[in-house]
T-cell receptor
Framework: SQQGEEDPQALSIQEGENATMNCSYKTSINNLQWYRQNSGRGLVHLILIRSNEREKHSGRLRVTLDTSKKSSSLLITASRAADTASYFCATAGRSYNTDKLIFGTGTRLQVFP | DAMVIQNPRYQVTQFGKPVTLSCSQTLNHNVMYWYQQKSSQAPKLLFHYYDKDFNNEADTPDNFQSRRPNTSFCFLDIRSPGLGDAAMYLC??????????????FGPGTRLTVL
């Protein structure tokens, strides 16, 4: 069953504005990851936050994690047209020595110049 | 550059005609994954290999098989493709968790069309 639900499903903003995407999940996790997917392409890893972390930054990205609410958010600050893509959260559950990822439904972000 | 390569990028097959998709990696990762992604949906894990150990997801149809002849290569075989198997197939790799964080590295995908 699908683990993560994301909202909004789609988001349109102007360049320079901030974009916030939210992810909710159902079971306990080891970590939560965010990926980006350009249309018709593979996924690119953006950031990983562990279950014992509450906030993490990477460049213009800020991720928060609230394990009590089973939710995470991704904030992209000062967005650019090149940020246009789909963004997926993925929760990781431990399997042997791998992290099996279950992806959320994704948010399609459109940034207008 | 170290990377995950998928061939072909686009594959057209006929209903019921077996098809094989390939993935290779130069990252020397010991875990390889296959995902199916249908249009506007989330990637769905089909199976993964930890070294040569094959791990099938419970809801992966028997129609889907995989082979990993060595560390670098992994194949996805669809024995009798149906119209519902048309999708993007994504290969990914990761390090053993003892050596890495759990981040997965994806190839560009193979888009499968079934006529």
């Amino acid at each position: 069953s699908q683990q993560g639900e994301e909202d909004p499903q789609a988001l349109s903003i102007q360049e320079g504005e901030n974009a916030t995407m939210n992810c909710s999940y159902k079971t306990s996790i080891n970590n939560l990851q965010w990926y980006r997917q350009n249309s018709g392409r593979g996924l690119v890893h953006l950031i990983l936050i562990r279950s014992n972390e509450r906030e993490k930054h990477s460049g213009r990205l800020r991720v928060t994690l609230d394990t009590s609410k089973k939710s995470s958010s991704l904030l992209i600050t000062a967005s650019r047209a090149a940020d246009t893509a789909s963004y997926f959260c993925a929760t990781a559950g431990r399997s042997y020595n791998t992290d099996k990822l279950i992806f959320g439904t994704g948010t399609r972000l459109q940034v207008f110049p | 550059d170290a990377m995950v390569i998928q061939n072909p990028r686009y594959q057209v097959t006929q209903f019921g005609k077996p098809v094989t998709l390939s993935c290779s990696q130069t990252l020397n990762h010991n875990v390889m994954y296959w995902y199916q992604q249908k249009s506007s949906q989330a990637p769905k894990l089909l199976f993964h290999y930890y070294d040569k150990d094959f791990n099938n997801e419970a809801d992966t149809p028997d129609n889907f098989q995989s082979r990993r002849p060595n560390t670098s290569f992994c194949f996805l075989d669809i024995r009798s493709p149906g119209l519902g198997d048309a999708a993007m197939y994504l290969c990914a790799t990761s390090r053993d968790l003892r050596a890495g964080s759990g981040e997965q590295f994806f190839g560009p995908g193979t888009r499968l069309t079934v006529l």
